[in-house]
């Protein structure tokens, strides 16, 4: 299972699943609902008042973020706490909070929220004051600064800042990747009202906007924001990052290896060759199953983050020149690779040895980690010709199932599938063998319990080669809840899983679980 919430994409192993568990005292139609976090940027090193608005709130017992932080209900705000529509807490973010993209929800004696995304970074924020939807009534705001607000319908909202001469300063919208509608575009004006600069959906970035301009003269200017449709409404909310950071698209590799000693660059625009980490050694981390990868934020340069693949398997990251059969770099069947496209219509070629029979799947990860290249798989045969050739389907990436039909040296050929390119252009291809086994996926990511009532949780299996019998469980509850093993049966896909909570069970207490499937495979 993959969950992709936030910056995390943890792979789990195969029949694990980790499940947010609370106990609610009434019916889940009353769980909680978050619609706006605000402000949805947290400072490390500072205690924020967040503001959560949304229906059920009332009976609201606790914050759970997806990092360390510790929260309590603010006195400062008269009946806090009983508003059915709105509640705040004072969040105390660590100093050392890892700048990205993390998960918050909200618990109440009625059970837990949705998931919803909260931003870690220094900048501090400024709270759009929607008087300024003309050039004329720009709101003025400091460099470096994130701005949070949402666009009416029809309109488009204006910041005024200032400039020194040869400063060069990023522009970001954060929109679409934090779950809103908003299709954002950007354009920089002069004070006298010219263009200088604009982006629409930059590459990677799943629709937002970003763009760095050098000033060659100090003075005043103004930054435009607008849906690129002028569509807008309470909802079409973004986080507009003002600054001198660095653009970073992806690291360099993408992927590393734990316990292995790794240098590690990054990629993007405006990307100092100063932020590179020398011999960065990540330990093995508890949980990582073998063939498993786990993506973690990590900072570059002043407020510029981005997701580092972390994995238990070998790694290899390619070796320029490899464009021609000539040059092809050989690798060993089974370890993963990471490269990039330096420049347009780049090609990366690799040779490994297969035995017949051997079934290897090679998977391709791009933009789900931010990079923009949209990777081409060709696999050749030993005596040259094509064997299959690989694309994305939608917006997941390739994959493709190797099975060698006889001895020999087949070749990887990796490409932009439209020939782009340059140091933003990274690529991972994960290489694991296809055993048999299978995944659990539930009905839910989070399971409301009422108080002295039973939960049924539906649990499917995808099965991978293997048809037998499949016991499933539930693990880690906490004291007062049981749950019984059920099975999943030879030939099916799915059974329910029932957990039971006693009358004198707490509501509003907040876990996680693990609902887990074992099976005995080939001994």
């Known amino acids: 299972m993959i969950l992709r919430h936030g910056v995390h994409f943890v792979r789990l192993?195969?029949?694990?699943?980790?499940?947010?568990?609370?106990?609610?005292?009434?019916?889940?139609a009353q769980t909680p609902t978050v619609s706006v976090v605000s402000p949805q940027g947290l400072t490390p090193g500072q205690t924020v008042p967040v503001k959560i608005s949304g229906g059920n709130l009332a009976g609201a017992t606790q914050l759970w973020t997806s990092f360390p932080t510790t929260s309590q209900l603010s006195t400062a705000t008269p009946d806090n706490g009983k508003q059915p529509n709105e509640v705040t807490f004072d969040v105390t973010v660590p100093a050392d909070a890892a700048p990205g993209v993390h998960g918050l929800r909200l618990v109440t004696d009625k059970g837990v929220s949705p998931l919803k995304l909260i931003v870690v970074e220094p900048f501090p924020v400024v709270v759009h004051n929607n008087q300024n939807k003309t050039q004329d009534t720009a709101q003025e705001v400091p460099v470096p600064c994130t701005i949070e607000g949402h666009i009416d319908n029809l309109s488009r909202v204006y910041y005024r800042f200032k400039a020194g001469a040869d400063q060069q300063i990023s522009f970001e919208v954060q929109a679409r990747r934090l779950g809103s509608p908003l299709d954002p575009m950007l354009r920089l004006f002069d004070a006298s009202g010219r263009e200088l600069a604009w982006s629409d959906d930059e590459a990677g970035l799943q629709g937002d906007s970003r763009f760095a301009y050098r000033f060659a003269t100090a003075g005043d200017y103004a930054i435009e924001l607008s849906d690129v449709r002028y569509q807008g409404s309470g909802n079409h909310r973004f986080r507009l990052r003002i600054g001198e950071f660095p653009l970073v698209t992806t690291p360099y590799p993408m992927v590393v290896q734990v316990d292995r000693p790794t240098s590690l660059a990054f990629a993007g625009e405006e990307v100092e060759p100063t932020t590179a980490i020398q011999n960065l050694t990540i330990p093995n981390i508890p949980g990582l199953s073998p063939g498993g990868e786990l993506w973690m934020p990590i900072a570059a340069g002043t407020s510029g983050f981005s997701l580092l693949g972390v994995s238990s398997t070998p790694q290899f990251d390619e070796t320029e020149p490899n464009n021609t059969a000539e040059q092809a770099n050989r690798v060993e069947l089974g370890t993963s690779l990471n490269g990039r496209f330096q420049e347009p219509r780049d090609v990366d070629r690799f040779v490994f040895a297969a035995k017949a029979g051997q079934k290897y799947r090679f998977t391709a990860i791009t933009r789900q980690a931010g990079s923009p290249a949209d990777l081409q798989l060709q696999f050749f045969k030993p005596d040259g010709g094509k064997l299959a050739e690989i694309d994305d389907v939608g917006l997941e990436d390739s994959s493709?199932?190797?099975?060698?039909?006889?001895?020999?040296?087949?070749t990887l050929v990796v490409k932009d599938l439209h020939e782009h390119g340059g140091p933003q252009f990274t690529w991972h291809v994960k290489v694991e063998p296809i055993k048999t086994s299978f995944l659990l996926t539930s009905s839910a990511e989070t399971l409301n319990v009422p108080v002295g009532g039973i939960l049924p949780v539906s649990v499917q299996s995808q099965r991978k080669g293997y048809n037998?019998?499949?016991?499933?469980?539930?693990?880690n509850l906490p004291a007062g809840f049981e749950s019984l093993p059920t099975w999943i049966g030879p030939g099916r896909n799915d059974a329910v899983l029932t957990i039971r909570t006693g009358k004198d069970a707490a509501a509003g207490s907040l876990a996680e679980i693990q609902i887990v499937g074992s099976a005995e495979i080939d001994g």
């Not at 190797?402 to 040296?409: E, I, L, Q, R, V």
């Open 468 to 475: 037998g019998s499949i016991k499933i469980e539930a693990r």
């Open 13 to 28: 192993s195969a029949g694990c699943l980790a499940i947010l568990f609370s106990t609610s005292g009434l019916l889940s």
């Open 400 to 410: 493709f199932d190797f099975n060698s039909p006889a001895d020999g040296d087949y």
